[in-house]
Nanobody, 126 residues
Framework: QVQLVESGGGLVQAGGSLRLSCAAS????????MGWFRQAPGKEREFVAA????????YYADSVKGRFIISRDNAKNTVYLQMNTLKPEDTAVYYC???????????????????WGQGTQVTVSS
């Protein structure tokens, strides 16, 4: 049973930064691609960023490219999302997710992720 636990969310002013963490257990973390998604009130869950299992390849939604950085520490079974220059439209619940299949390079389709965390709230005030 995979468990993903996000942390690091909170309230921040526009232009500020936050770093989200997602700690994984129950599976060989280092062999699975990971992703971050978000869901704002009244909207569908959307892709934010993804990283390959060794951490070499990354992919970002256009809306966060140049502001967010996804990284991972396989020794700590943790994936991170550094969020800079935050905007009010970044306000959402952020979820981390683990791929269903080992050794895929980068996965962006939410349907391909088999495990999800409970989410952490990020609120950006204007």
């Amino acid at each position: 049973q995979v468990q993903l636990v996000e942390s690091g969310g909170g309230l921040v002013q526009a232009g500020g930064s936050l770093r989200l963490s997602c700690a994984a257990s129950g599976r060989t973390f280092s062999t699975y691609a990971m992703g971050w998604f978000r869901q704002a009130p009244g909207k569908e869950r959307e892709f934010v960023a993804a990283i390959s299992w060794p951490g070499v390849n990354t992919y970002y939604a256009d809306s966060v490219k140049g502001r967010f950085i996804i990284s991972r520490d396989n020794a700590k079974n943790t994936v991170y999302l550094q969020m800079n220059t935050l905007k009010p439209e970044d306000t959402a619940v952020y979820y981390c997710a683990m791929d269903q299949v080992k050794y895929r390079t980068v996965v962006t389709d939410p349907g391909l992720f088999g495990s999800w965390g409970q989410g952490t709230q990020v609120t950006v005030s204007s």
